[in-house]
């Protein structure tokens, strides 16, 4: 069963009132929030990470965090008990989530993907909104339907956008 159909058999199952929004296929957070007409900070925005916990062991976390502000890197490895943390490749990610980078919803239907869900979701806006595991279709839930049916693993590990400046581009792919 494809993501976005088990996404969707999860919300209806758990009785969860969702609106699904069809669109242009789009990945990029400001983007997909000027087509969905929503603000960009109630975007889940949701990135896969490699998690370093020692020398040999490591872990995947799907880090969810509000798409107006920046990942922290340093801050999931810590959250996670790990030393570092890096972003998974695009095959990793694929094969991790079922998703294209850009459609991935903060949803982990892979139990070799732990949750992680930054502590300031849901707290500017009642709704968020998601792709839907798909770059055309997402998904507009109440913020406290979603954190009460995944009950995450909640930790700081976003901060406001900084501009960004040609020596960044990994921090900018973090913010993307």
Do not use: W
Not at 41 to 55: D, E, F, H
């Amino acid at each position: 069963m494809e993501v976005h159909d088990q996404l969707r058999a999860l919300l209806d199952e758990q009785g969860v009132t969702y609106k699904l929004l069809r669109h242009a296929a789009e990945g990029r957070s400001e983007a997909v929030a000027a087509i969905r007409g929503t603000a960009v900070g109630q975007g889940a925005k949701a990135l896969v990470c490699r998690v370093k916990i020692s020398s040999n062991k490591r872990a995947n976390v799907l880090a969810v965090f509000p798409a107006d502000r920046q990942a922290d890197l340093d801050a999931i490895a810590q959250a996670c008990g790990g030393k570092k943390a890096s972003l998974a490749s695009r095959e990793l990610a694929r094969e991790l989530t079922g998703c294209e980078i850009g459609a991935i919803p903060p949803f982990t239907f892979n139990p070799d993907l732990e949750l992680l869900v930054d502590s300031t979701l849901g707290q500017r806006y009642e709704e968020i909104v998601f792709n839907a595991g798909r770059l055309d279709a997402s998904i507009l839930m109440r913020a406290d339907d979603y954190l009460r049916l995944v009950a995450p693993r909640t930790a700081p590990f976003s901060s406001e956008r900084a501009a960004e400046t040609a020596s960044e581009p990994q921090a900018a792919a973090a913010r993307s």
